[in-house]
């Protein structure tokens, strides 16, 4: 198994940024109609109404976007991107216990451990001196390793705010709400936030090969 090349390091295999966009918020997308329209999938695809409500036909077809989403990553790169790949793996342990357990509190708590996990790989790698998150943004911006730190610590401590939040959002209101919120919630707070994070972009943005610097 052959993961992404660290940033600003030769090897790595370009994707367009829309397209990888597309792959890694797909299988939200898949999730959330799933759960709103789980019912009409049930009745068009019987197989489904096995599995129970609309929450646990929405987490069997999640981990099975998931899974595609990484396989089409892989075909076109022949590299696994490393953070959609740790969300995979416990999009699928998390939700492999909800199906199997009928209890849907295992998939509410999955964005709490996936964003606890990535605020503290974040953050740890900093203190070995690894800016990790040029995996996840090194195809959209080409920052010097100075601005790789600065912004992998404001990313890693952002992820440990996602996670509490959504802790206080599941346990407070009702599964809708919550999936409600983990798409139309969480991905403005994330858009937001990036724009916030524009200034130190600009600051730290490598010039283009054959291009001096500003």
Not at 68 to 83: D, K
Not at 113 to 129: D, H, K, M
């Amino acid at each position: 198994m052959t993961f992404e090349p660290a940033p600003n390091e030769p090897g790595r295999k370009p994707i367009n940024p829309l397209l990888k966009l597309v792959l890694e918020l797909g299988p939200l997308g898949v999730f959330f109609f799933a759960n709103t329209r789980g019912d009409w999938l049930a009745e068009k695809i019987p197989a489904l109404g096995t599995l129970g409500g609309p929450i646990f036909i929405a987490t069997a077809l999640f981990m099975l976007a998931m899974v595609i989403s990484l396989g089409i990553s892989y075909v076109l790169t022949r590299t696994l991107p490393v953070m959609p790949f740790v969300t995979g793996i416990v999009v699928i342990v998390f939700g492999a216990l909800t199906l199997w357990l009928q209890d849907d509190t295992f998939i509410k708590m999955k964005p709490t451990i996936v964003n606890t996990l990535f605020g503290a790989v974040l953050l740890g790698g900093l203190a070995f001196g690894q800016s990790l998150l040029g995996y996840v943004f090194d195809s959209v911006f080409r920052l010097t390793d100075e601005g790789w730190r600065k912004l992998t610590f404001r990313w890693g401590l952002f992820f440990l705010v996602l996670a509490v939040l959504n802790e206080v959002v599941w346990r407070t209101v009702s599964t809708d709400m919550w999936v409600n919120f983990k798409v139309f919630g969480i991905m403005p707070l994330t858009i937001v936030f990036t724009l916030f994070q524009l200034p130190l972009i600009n600051r730290c943005t490598l010039p283009e090969e054959g291009k001096p610097s500003p």
